[in-house]
């Protein structure tokens, strides 16, 4: 009864290792199609209203696709393409953007409203329990 239940975890195991070494060498070897949606799809078509550079056919967005395509033909990683993407047109071209000091306020604003709201609240809820 102890070796079966002791083979059953050791079994456990080891198929949580492999899925772990296939799931990491499936992105290891990711197609450059697959590489090309997922950086475009991070970065905004400058021309478009909020659309992505992977779904959009402007000028602008086929210029940056070839871009991209020309420097994952250079090996180049993602986030070198990205950096040098954002270096040449600047931190709105991304949809996420980057947590740094010019942009702490936007990251940290929507929870300033959340926490004045609150108090507001809870103003109103003590006002009305008073009553």
């Keep these: 009864m102890k070796y079966s239940l002791f083979y059953s975890h050791i079994y456990l195991i080891l198929f949580i290792l492999i899925i772990v070494f296939i799931s990491t060498g ?3 070897g990711t197609t450059p199609k697959e590489k ?3 950086i ?3 970065l905004r078509c400058m021309t478009c209203q909020n659309q992505t550079i992977y779904d959009s056919d402007a000028e602008f967005s086929l210029t940056i696709k070839d871009l991209i395509k ?3 033909k250079n090996n180049e990683s993602e986030k070198e393409i990205v950096d040098f993407i954002v270096n040449r047109y600047g931190e709105y071209i991304l949809f996420e953007p980057k947590m740094s000091k010019q942009n702490i ?3 940290i604003f929507p ?3 959340l926490a004045i709201s609150l108090v507001f609240l809870i103003i109103r809820i003590k006002k009305n ?3």
């Design 26 to 28: 499936l992105e290891a």
């Design 36 to 38: 090309l949606k997922n």
């Design 40 to 42: 475009t799809s991070k």
């Design 70 to 72: 020309e420097k994952l």
């Design 105 to 107: 306020f936007l990251w």
């Design 111 to 113: 929870f300033i409203i």
């Design 129 to 131: 329990t008073d009553k």
